[in-house]
């Protein structure tokens, strides 16, 4: 998970919740889900909290912690949210984290032969 808060989103964030500016504050994005439990329209909405619970992401900007909780990590898994002022609104917006997976470098093969048995290799037609 990755979480990216743009400083226009951060200022509507601390007007909106009446943060003062400077002040060490924590703001986690917790799902609110609806009352018909239909995770397809699980809405996310910034709290203010004393501390940081479990992160799974947390990004700073402008002095305030801004955090994805651990027990939210069922719908954010795998996921990048970016979150912007859009027309004087906060807008969320989702994507799939792109993962780059590096393969082990490949094995050296395995020599046929290592010097012992090279030279009973190359002599063993002589033993006869």
Do not use: C
């Not at 998970?1 to 703001?27: F, Y």
């Not at 912007?84 to 799939?96: A, M, V």
Request: glycine fraction near 4%; aromatic fraction near 8%.
């Amino acid at each position: 998970m990755k979480l990216e808060v743009t400083p226009a989103a951060a200022a509507a964030i601390r007007d909106r919740l009446k943060l003062n500016q400077g002040s060490s504050t924590v703001v986690r994005f917790q799902l609110v889900r609806p009352h018909d439990g239909n995770i397809d329209h699980v809405q996310v909405e910034p709290t203010v909290v004393k501390q940081a619970g479990q992160p799974i992401a947390k990004v700073t900007v402008d002095g305030i912690d801004f955090y994805v909780d651990f027990a939210d990590e069922w719908y954010f898994s795998g996921k990048k949210l970016l979150v912007d002022l859009h027309e004087g609104q906060l807008t969320y917006h989702y994507s799939r984290l792109v993962q780059t997976v590096v393969a082990p470098p490949a094995e050296q093969p395995s020599p046929v032969s290592d010097a012992t048995t090279s030279a009973s290799r190359h002599f063993e037609e002589l033993w006869d």
